[in-house]
């Protein structure tokens, strides 16, 4: 069984950038569809970003299209979120998420699709 630990959360200013990372235990990432969430206060669980299993089909969500960035290291069984020009609006705690897909290239937007998680890391971004 997979399990995933994410880091890389903190304080930044607006405008700032920040580098999330989700390192998976237990075996490799391999056929994985993984993803990113966030979650503030009162609020649902919201999709960021998502990969699929090599890195050839990737998604965003409207609110951090051209400012965040998902990526996979398969050596390294590393999943990234690079964030920048943070927003105030973009403070939350962020999940990584994974579901063995096998060989799909098949992009997960909802938490449903996802059967593995994280505990999170807090983002925050002051003004």
């Known amino acids: 069984q997979v399990q995933l630990a994410e880091s890389g959360g903190g304080l930044v200013q607006t405008g700032g950038s920040l580098r999330l990372s989700c390192a998976a235990s237990?075996?490799?990432?391999?056929?994985?569809?993984t993803g990113w969430f966030r979650q503030t206060p009162g609020k649902e669980r919201e999709f960021v970003a998502a990969?699929?299993?090599?890195?050839?089909?990737?998604d965003y969500a409207d609110s951090v299209k051209g400012r965040f960035t998902i990526s996979r290291d398969t050596a390294k069984n590393t999943m990234y979120l690079h964030m920048n020009n943070l927003s105030t609006e973009d403070t939350a705690v962020y999940f990584c998420?994974?579901?063995?897909?096998?060989?799909?290239?098949?992009?997960?937007?909802?938490?449903?699709?996802?059967?593995?998680w994280g505990q999170g890391t807090q983002v925050t971004v002051s003004s």
């Open positions: 237990g075996r490799t990432f391999g056929t994985f569809l």
């Open positions: 998420a994974a579901k063995e897909v096998g060989g799909s290239w098949y992009i997960g937007r909802r938490q449903y699709e996802y059967d593995i």
């Open positions: 990969v699929n299993w090599n890195s050839a089909n990737t």
